[in-house]
């Protein structure tokens, strides 16, 4: 332990400075010879062990934020997760998502990896950030998601519990109105994909072999099934494909009816969702 004698006054200052408790902010200083920014270090340092040993902690609280462009090209989802709602209410953590969110739009990084190295203030990057808020907060934090979407224009839809966001992207600008409707039924019906071309093939594998199971399960017949399986994954693909769906403002349309009797060729690109 250093002999350097390290004052209320000055735990107090670090405290402030960093949201750490007063016996990390004490024990930091002596570390680093009452050197300040040498005790933000060795709490990050420790923020970052720490985080090691929650690495099997469930993060199913946080704070998800859609945004997009000025010009309504790009739009990013980030999720920012951590164990409890009462952290994830918690105005600076919120400020924080915010200001992550403010970075992946502005640099539009190709992946959650690329986010996480990029810098969030001088000298720490948004994964030093992360991880130095696993000790200052006691609890695991996580940036578990980023998504991005462009294109001609692009909608968001947030919930007012900060736990949800779509982004939607229109083949044609113009219609803000629209797509945030569609974004809104995204958030109601957790559609799996745009159209039935896009749905995953190990999700169509497995609904056929669901629906031969239980055409069998009913007693039809074995040269009956695959046909029965078929008919189970049109249905399928009506109740969980965007355009397929009824549209919830107006369940005697489908998405794709409702867009197209705006304008004939207006439709979705592409969407994400992210919801904790």
Known sequence: MSDVKISTADIQKLREMTGAGMMDCKKALEEATGDFDGAVDVLRKKGIAKAAKREDRETKEGVVIAQTTADG??????????????????????????????????????????????????????????????????????????????????????????KRSVLVALTKAGHGEAGRNVAMQIAAMNPVSVSKDDVDPKIIEKEIEIGKELARNEGKAEDMLDKIALGRLNKFFAENTLLSQKFVKNNDQTVLQYLQSLDKDLTVTAFKHVAL
């Open 73 to 162: 090209t790009r739009g990013i989802i980030v999720a920012l997760q951590c164990e409890t709602d009462f952290v994830a209410r918690n105005d600076g953590f919120i400020a924080m998502t915010q200001k992550m969110a403010d970075i992946a739009l502005a640099s539009f990084p190709a992946t959650l990896e690329e986010l996480l190295d990029l810098p969030y203030e001088a000298g720490v990057t948004i994964r030093e950030k992360v991880g130095e808020q696993n000790g200052i907060i006691g609890e695991k934090v996580d940036l578990g998601r980023y998504e991005r979407v462009e294109g001609a224009e692009i909608l968001t839809y947030n919930h007012s519990n900060n």
